[in-house]
């Protein structure tokens, strides 16, 4: 079966560069940015001393969480031995670390001192969740690098398994670290939740594999590869499951929160009179992230078409539940004193307002185009993808078996 | 020690102390307690632990002297920013209870300086930490200005400083890029003196601020906070901080 | 009087070491240094030019961490005898102290991005910074 799949590089030349150069132009600015920011300071930007992570972190977090997500594929293919996603996986692995570059690069970019890298490389805080991030972050890159190479060199195919469920088990934990990094914040009214690193691992799984399929979808246009309907489907499964969970938890969340009553305050900001961060809940992550993508996905007569369509509506709700989780969690005032109205000339008991500006906006997108033009020029050099990925090719037995 | 050194100790001692002029108000009550002074070169001891009680009764709406204070003695300026994006080590909170007499206070608040600092848990590389006296600190030097101490302190004490800074106090670096709290005034505490919003809030004869070792028994800080009721703001978070109040 | 102890950054040991004379067998002219108060330093000269920073980085974490102040070693001190009188700063010109050996071995001066370039003496008179 796999052994007469033939893989290529891309082959579309115009389209390639075309491609590349779009993304030249968002990573251009995205440094622009950085460097402008680094110059006059943060003061250019919308963030402030309370609202301390913006649209960067937004971006960040969600290209981060994605990353591990995006693994879905060539973890069923060699964790559960489906064997039928092997040709796919190591397009999987590929996005996963583009997308993990790129979100690191726009957290690193956005530091006060990001000149200090170098510091947070050598110097660990062995009890600060980021600190173990900064480990499993790079323990990621190499174990899924070992991994491609792994699944791309013929002669090492058998090692790809073992490091495949290393992989599985790495980037579980490390999106429970990244939403820890949320669960940790012992102050902030809207994080104190021990569902947050559940939940973000069922964000990770939906969104990624959401990502996964418009890439897939994607890099077969550009060369006209053909790519078979089942597979689709299959994945189209999948999708709904891990979207219904996501679901699942943030009603959980939400309604453990509210049996809280200290939590009230927060939870109406959010559900009720939070203004953009209200309607970014109840439209954007709620019915275009989880209640459409659900109606497409499940309802009958599902084509390629809405399984792309719900992909979109994932990612689109992604952004739009980070944004929530991120900035109205920072935009709610903390209570210092309960029972008392507090007024201060530092903002205190007041909802804090954010306009991202130009540049963290550049920088955002700058790192989102970065792991564009990595998965681009990966798929350009080296051989990522099989040449045609239809039912026949996939998974010859299993169309065989419905033809018989 | 020997006799001789201890002879220099002290020596040392009753010079800061001098150095320190003592807000004396009345016969008896001192703002500042600060009998633990160091010689040059040695290091904090864990045994003291800084402090403050700050009198709610007895601070005054409207009153900024302590900001005034702070912002001379560490030459905190407004930034060309929002207003948002300046930096405050201390400032004024107005409370209005919701409900019952609606009763109005008006009180400092500032870094707590907390035994069990959320902040420092969280730093990755280090930089936020503990001194062995108990005052919490950013170590600029390897502060990366990721702000996630500031997403942790519950008490938004810590600003981040947003532009290049030209007029600093010698004694106190701050720069951009970095984040920055209260310090205790550590530069004058390492040279036997309090912090200047303390010495403020004496001056203008509102005595609101007591500022002093609370390890230590016979001082004038821990016999108010073993006679008088005195609390921590969010107790609940159990973070032990070093800032208590009085009358809230 | 208890000054304010160094408290200064300076990693690239290696490199100054290394650039000084390849610089100089490259034919740069030696930098001109305005030396406000000529006098002992509190070492040689050689010393001074090749140790420095590490003295400063180790006095930088005594007095952050443990509250060490008025040693031998002591940024403020620098400051305080090797501010020009022109300006009064060991920044502002290729002559100035700090940033003309620094300018001369092309080595970035991470200190004065939050210390104070200008005396503490200055400060205490009256005079803004
Ligand atoms: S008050 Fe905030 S900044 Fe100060 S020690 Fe506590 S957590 Fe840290
Ligand atoms: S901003 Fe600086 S002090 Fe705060 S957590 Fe990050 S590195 Fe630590």
Redesign the interface.
């Known amino acids: 079966m796999a052994a007469n799949i033939v893989y290529r590089e891309i082959a579309n030349k115009r389209t390639f560069w075309l491609l590349l150069a779009l993304c030249g132009v968002f990573i251009a600015g995205g440094f622009w940015a950085h460097l402008t920011m680094e110059h006059h300071g943060h003061v250019i930007t919308g963030m402030d001393n309370r609202i301390v992570w913006g649209l960067p972190h937004v971006f960040a977090v969600f290209l981060i969480v994605a990353a591990s997500g995006a693994l879905n594929v060539a973890s069923t293919a060699s964790v559960f031995g489906k064997s039928i996603y092997k040709p796919l996986a190591p397009l999987s692995g590929l996005l996963s670390v583009a997308l993990l570059a790129g979100g690191l690069a726009v957290l690193v970019l956005d530091l006060g001192r990001s000149d200090r890298i170098i510091v947070a490389a050598t110097r660990y805080n062995f009890k600060s969740i980021f600190a173990w991030n900064i480990f499993l972050y790079t323990g990621f890159f190499a174990i899924v690098g070992g991994y491609l190479w792994m699944m791309m060199e013929r002669r090492m195919n058998a090692y790809a398994k073992p490091l495949g469920a290393t992989a599985f088990i790495w980037r579980l934990v490390l999106t429970t670290g990244t939403g820890s990094i949320f669960g940790f914040l012992i102050a902030r009214e809207a994080y104190q939740s021990a569902v947050m690193a559940p939940m973000f691992i069922s964000f990770s799984l939906s969104y990624g594999t959401a990502l996964y399929l418009l890439t897939l979808a994607a890099a077969c246009a550009i060369d006209d590869r053909p790519l078979g309907d089942a597979v689709v489907r299959r994945l189209k499964n999948l999708l709904a499951t891990f979207v219904a969970a996501s679901l699942y938890f943030v009603a959980v969340f939400h309604l453990t929160n509210l049996y809280f009553t200290r939590n009230h305050g927060v939870e109406n900001f959010i559900l009720v009179d939070g203004g953009i961060f209200t309607a970014l809940f109840w439209l954007g992550q709620v019915a275009i992230g989880s209640v459409l993508p659900l109606f497409l996905l499940l309802a009958p007569g599902v084509n390629r078409c809405r399984i792309l369509l719900s992909c979109i509506a994932i990612v689109i709700g992604g952004f739009c539940q980070m944004y929530v989780t991120i900035i109205g969690g920072q935009a709610w005032p903390l209570d210092l004193f309960p029972g008392f109205a507090a007024s201060s000339s530092f903002f205190d008991g007041e909802i804090h307002g954010y306009v991202p500006s130009l540049w963290e906006t550049l920088l955002a997108l700058g790192g989102v185009a970065l792991a564009a033009a990595i998965v681009i020029v990966a798929l350009k050099l080296l051989r990522f993808l099989p040449e045609r990925m239809d039912d026949q090719t996939l998974d010859p037995s299993h169309s065989d078996a419905r033809a018989q | 020690m020997s006799e001789e050194q201890k002879t220099g100790r002290r020596a040392f001692i009753a010079a800061s102390v001098g150095a320190a002029g003592f807000v004396a108000l009345a016969p008896g009550v001192k703002l500042m307690d600060l009998a633990q002074a160091r010689a040059p070169g040695e290091s904090v001891s864990g045994k003291v632990r800084w402090g403050m009680l700050i009198d709610t009764t007895k601070c005054a709406t409207g009153c900024s002297d302590c900001v005034a204070a702070c912002a001379t003695e560490n030459a905190i300026e407004p930034g060309s920013g929002r207003p948002a994006q300046s930096s405050q080590w201390i400032r004024k909170i107005e409370l209005k209870e919701k409900t019952g007499g609606h009763r109005e206070l008006s009180l400092p608040m500032m870094c707590q300086h907390c035994a069990n600092p959320p902040c420092v848990d969280v730093c990755p590389t280090g930089a936020s930490f503990k001194r062995a006296d108990g005052i919490v600190l950013v170590d600029r030097h390897i502060c990366i200005g990721c702000r996630y101490c500031m997403m942790a302190c519950p008490y938004q004490a810590r600003s981040f400083v947003h532009e290049p800074l030209h007029h600093q106090n010698p004694e106190v670096p701050r720069g951009q890029g970095c984040v920055e709290a209260c310090t205790f005034c550590v530069q004058r505490i390492d040279r036997g003196q309090g912090p200047a919003c303390v010495e403020a809030c004496g001056k203008s004869g509102h005595e609101a601020m007591l500022f002093g070792d609370l390890n230590d028994p016979g001082g004038e800080i821990a016999k108010r906070i073993s006679t008088v009721a005195s609390s921590q703001v969010r107790a609940d978070l159990r973070l032990d901080p070093g800032v208590r109040y009085q009358g809230i | 009087m208890?000054r304010?102890a160094g408290?200064a950054?300076a990693a690239f040991v290696a490199f100054i070491v290394f650039a000084l004379p390849a610089v100089a067998l490259a034919g740069v002219p030696k930098p001109v240094i305005d030396i406000a108060n000529p006098g002992q330093c509190i070492a040689s000269p050689e010393v001074m030019r090749r140790t420095h920073m590490d003295m400063l980085l180790h006095q930088?974490d005594?007095t952050?961490?443990?509250?060490?102040?008025?040693?031998k070693v002591d940024l403020?001190g620098c400051?305080d005898c090797h501010a020009s009188k022109s300006n009064g700063s060991v920044l502002g010109s290729n002559q100035n102290f700090c940033q003309s050996c620094h300018a001369y071995a092309a080595v970035k001066i991470d200190c004065f991005?939050?210390?104070?370039p200008?005396?503490?003496k200055a400060?205490i008179a009256g005079i803004?910074?």
């Open positions: 208890l304010h408290l950054f930088r005594k952050m961490h443990e509250g060490q102040r008025g040693g403020n400051i991005e939050c210390h104070q200008k005396p503490g400060r803004k910074p």
